[in-house]
């Protein structure tokens, strides 16, 4: 499970650092939108990662490091989410306004001769 969820991150990872790096403005915004998925996924990796296993601490096992699953990411990646959504709104508008002032959509405001 460790496995692909690593290669999640890094195909993710990958994906929204090769997108920032385009010229338009939407593929950026993409780009920073897969570039904050990997964060949480990492972020939530981080809490220990079970499955059909209790959320916290299981009962009839000592509450120690190895039996338990820390709730502290769960709950910044859910901020986390909320936060992203709001910032890729805010952002998607502004493009928008950018793109209705310049006439494009390019990053730098200008379109290449083809």
């Known amino acids: 499970m460790e496995i692909v969820i690593s290669l999640a991150i890094g195909v993710m990872g990958g994906a929204g650092v ?3 790096l385009r010229p338009r403005t939407f593929q950026v ?3 920073l939108s897969l570039l904050s998925y990997a964060v949480n996924l990492f ?3 981080v809490g220990s990662l079970a499955i059909d296993r209790e959320p916290i601490v299981e009962p009839g096992v000592p509450a120690d490091l190895a039996h338990y ?4 990411p769960q709950s910044l990646v ?3 989410i909320v936060i992203g959504f709001a910032t890729t709104a805010l952002f998607l508008v502004v ?3 950018l793109r209705g ?3 494009g959509d390019h990053v730098d405001g200008r379109e290449e001769a083809p």
């Not at 699953?69 to 502290?72: A, E, G, I, S, W």
Request: proline share 5%.
């Open 18 to 20: 090769w997108l920032v």
């Open 29 to 31: 915004l993409i780009g």
């Open 43 to 45: 972020i939530f990796s």
């Open 69 to 72: 699953t820390d709730p502290l």
């Open 78 to 80: 859910l901020t986390a």
């Open 95 to 97: 493009l928008l306004a």
């Open 101 to 103: 002032l310049s006439g």
